[in-house]
């Protein structure tokens, strides 16, 4: 079997050479033709996969290694008897840590006291940002419509009610395009108008889940800004970009933690489906020489500083405005390169944080958040 694997997958020649000879591309340039031998085809969100693309192909299973799979046509891969499988869950601590970051950034610190969250989809990436806002001392008010249908439970507040207490609205979300459920264009001008004044917005789910006009429209009631989603991708609204606080590639799920969790994720369903023998692990994929110990016993807010360390976001931020010194041809490939090139980023389970004995409180929000702590 030949297997095509999108370039960005991190270790796909490791993982599915069990199947046969891997081939990588990068997935926005993955077409009809390439797939005229091809058995397995593994992407992430940038490839649509559909009958055009599919239709007289040797395909027999797709995966893909994200969470969201509004890129794949589901039904046309049934009825076609295609195998599939994503990777549900698979980056939600990474996109959580980043939402973390983003705050920390924000607030200039980790002291959230008296201050309300509004999540806004609470699967598996908004599950993880509640716990750990809790974590960090915020009261949490959630909102997920087809969830609290399915469960009945009272926990799950009306949207105006969330827009209107919080301090934070964050927005974890599929993209869905109609239905009872339709997320398109959700963040629009009736959103934002009734959103308390002087909130922080944060959408990290996907860019047509905004109406960027209406955020650019809206700008100066919000507090704050963060996108790392965008409409148009790779093609950047360079007005969007300019009323973001922080403003990313669609970069926050891209820990290496998550990825090979998507990789492995995928192989296993693989394996699954063509009645193989699981044999791949990842291993330890960490480079020599990372860096695992944080020595904070003498910092003033080790929390605030154990997450800049981990993850400094704003030279993300930084990376992502060069856009605007290119031309205007060169954008969308610099801004796919910036995806393509991401660097090694670790989630917080890869480091260990030293705290003083004064720092019992602080050490119990680290562990929280996910780091492991030693008392020194």
Avoid at 261 to 284: H, I, P, Q, S
Wanted: aromatic letters at 8%; proline letters at 3%.
């Amino acid at each position: 079997m030949i297997v095509l694997a999108d370039t960005n997958i991190r270790m796909a020649e490791s993982a599915f050479s069990q199947f046969g000879t891997v081939n990588c591309m990068p997935g926005r340039e993955i077409t009809k033709e390439h797939l005229n031998n091809v058995g397995m085809l593994i992407v992430r969100s940038v490839t649509r996969v559909g009958e055009e693309l599919l239709r007289e192909t040797p395909v027999k299973f797709v995966g893909t290694t994200t969470i969201g799979i509004d890129h794949i046509d589901t039904g046309y891969l049934r009825d076609d008897n295609i195998g599939f499988a994503s990777a549900p869950g698979s980056n939600a601590d990474s996109v959580a840590e980043y939402v973390v970051s983003a705050l920390f950034h924000l607030n200039k610190g980790s002291d959230f006291k008296g201050k309300t969250i509004g999540i806004i989809g609470v699967g598996n990436v908004g599950s993880r940002v509640c716990a750990r806002a809790r974590t960090l001392g915020f009261q949490c008010l959630l909102n997920d419509p087809p969830k609290k249908k399915r469960t009945g439970c009272d926990i799950f507040r009306e949207l105006p009610e969330v827009l209107g207490q919080a301090d934070i609205v964050t927005v974890h979300v599929p993209l869905e395009n109609e239905g009872e459920y339709a997320t398109r264009h959700m963040i629009n001008d009736s959103f934002l108008s009734m959103m308390k004044e002087g909130a922080i917005l944060v959408n990290t789910s996907r860019g047509n889940v905004s109406d960027e006009d209406a955020i650019v429209k809206n700008r100066s009631k919000l507090g704050g800004c963060v996108l790392d989603v965008w409409q148009n991708e790779p093609d950047l609204s360079e007005k969007t970009l300019s009323v973001a606080d922080i403003a990313t590639p669609h970069i926050a799920g891209y820990s290496i933690d998550g990825k090979i969790r998507g990789t492995k994720m995928v192989y296993d369903a693989a394996c699954a489906f063509l009645f193989k023998e699981n044999k791949w692990d990842a291993g330890d994929y960490r480079k020599e020489g990372t860096q695992y110990s944080i020595d904070l016993k003498e910092s003033s807010d080790p929390v605030f500083d154990a997450m800049r360390f981990v993850y400094p976001i704003m030279e993300d931020d930084a990376a992502l405005r060069e856009i605007t010194s290119k031309k205007a041809e060169e954008r969308a490939s610099y801004f796919d390169s910036l995806r393509a090139n991401y660097g090694d980023r670790y989630e917080c389970l890869k480091y260990s944080v030293v705290c003083s004995k004064g720092q019992e409180r602080e050490a119990g929000i680290l562990k929280g958040l996910g780091f492991s702590v030693v008392i020194d």
